[in-house]
């Protein structure tokens, strides 16, 4: 086992748990849940941000 810092460990974590969640979604499915969570943190926040749409 390497001698890895705490926070580049706690970064693996969570990057294993996106990679299970998504493991199975589409290139789309993925790139929807991205924008539905996006726009979640942008009203969370109130932050006022330029969305590009895509067609």
Known sequence: MTNEPRAMQEIHKIREVIYEETRYMS???RSALTR??????????GLKVKRLERS
């Open 36 to 45: 539905r969570e996006a726009q979640e943190v942008i009203e969370k926040y």
């Open 27 to 29: 290139q789309e499915e």
